[in-house]
């Protein structure tokens, strides 16, 4: 996949702010997904029981935290997960949080 353009993503927010946006099951369900996938995945694949509106919701609070970023994949929006800022800002806390979500569904 070809990326043809990246919305400026925000910092990382303080711990506080990031464990806050991860402790929705909808979007720790979506964090788990993005990392599962390894890179870029199509919005729509990354929710199932919830409308559009909602998932737009869900996806606005994670990139506020400087969890996610949204791109453009192949004219596809897509979200990315920004695992490398995240490892540098809070090291550790992103393999913990996909490690025990995966567990969670075991």
């Not at 910092?11 to 909808?26: K, R, Y």
């Not at 919701?57 to 996610?68: C, T």
């Not at 393999?95 to 979500?101: G, L, R, S």
Request: charged content about 20%; proline content about 7%.
């Amino acid at each position: 996949m070809s990326e043809a353009n990246v919305s400026a993503p925000a910092p990382v927010a303080p711990l506080a702010a990031v464990l806050g946006a991860l402790q929705d099951p909808v979007r720790l369900e979506m964090v788990r997904r993005l990392a599962n996938a390894g890179g870029p995945v199509r919005c729509a694949a990354l929710y199932d029981a919830i409308n559009k509106s909602t998932a737009t919701h869900h996806f606005k609070i994670l990139r506020e935290a400087g969890v996610i970023e949204r791109l453009t994949v192949e004219g596809n929006t897509c979200q990315r997960l920004r695992r490398s800022e995240l490892d540098a800002a809070l090291p550790g806390l992103l393999p913990a949080v996909v490690e025990a979500a995966n567990r969670a569904l075991r």
